[in-house]
């Protein structure tokens, strides 16, 4: 007799939060943890590739009459004019993933969030990632010694409109501690993965294998 766990539809997991809150860290730790077994969303962007970046894992680097028919065919989840350079998310890799019962992870702002859930509908969980405080967002932007004072001042200016958006997301979260904000992620996967709509057709085949012992 088969025992084998029911199936199920997999998660689009969308993290978005204001600049220096912490949410690249971590979506690191989420896919360095082999066994909560995440993809990470790939984007196709028609910026031209720096030479640290490889086509294929940090972004599929495509030219914008290629971005263009894509997005006209409705091939996008979700796409956005970044500084004159296209940015988007194909359809289909996210469709196959969830298909066969794997979870997919984005890391996208909430115009992003907002297209994503559009078009996925129930198969999207959102979460947003708060800092502490004003300050501390401040201080981390600072530490990170990548910016000047000017774009610190926008990136500070844009992250109060970011967090103004907290009430379109199902999950918020304040990462003043960064393990305790990575176990509630981890807390918040494994319950949705549970959610009935996920496991209907696995757990009705598995129900009437029950009934008919």
């Known amino acids: 007799m088969d025992h084998s766990p029911p199936q ?47 086509d294929g894992i940090h972004y599929r680097f495509i030219n914008e009459r290629q971005f263009v028919a894509m997005r006209n065919a409705s091939e996008l989840l979700e796409w956005a004019e970044v500084h004159g350079n296209f940015y988007g998310t194909p359809r289909a890799p996210v469709e196959a993933v969830l298909a066969q019962g794997r979870d997919c992870l ?38 990170r010694a990548e910016d000047s004072a000017e774009v610190i001042e926008r990136r500070l200016e844009n992250a109060r409109k970011e967090i103004a958006r907290w009430k379109d997301y199902d999950y918020v979260i304040v990462n003043d501690d960064l393990q305790r904000s990575f176990e509630d992620l981890i807390a918040i996967l494994r319950a949705e993965r549970q959610r009935r709509p996920r496991r209907e057709h696995g757990i009705a085949a598995f129900v009437d294998r029950l009934l008919s012992e």
């Open 8 to 54: 199920r539809r997999g998660v689009v997991l969308i993290l978005s939060s204001p600049s220096g809150a912490g949410k690249t860290t971590l979506t690191r730790m989420l896919l360095q943890d082999r066994d909560l077994d995440l993809t990470l969303s790939i984007s196709v962007t028609t910026r031209p590739r720096r030479s640290s970046e490889v």
């Open 106 to 143: 984005f890391d996208i702002d909430y115009q992003g969030a907002q297209q994503v859930r559009e078009k996925m509908g129930t198969d999207t969980v959102t979460v947003f990632v708060l800092p502490p405080s004003m300050k501390e967002l401040r201080a981390r932007l600072e530490r």
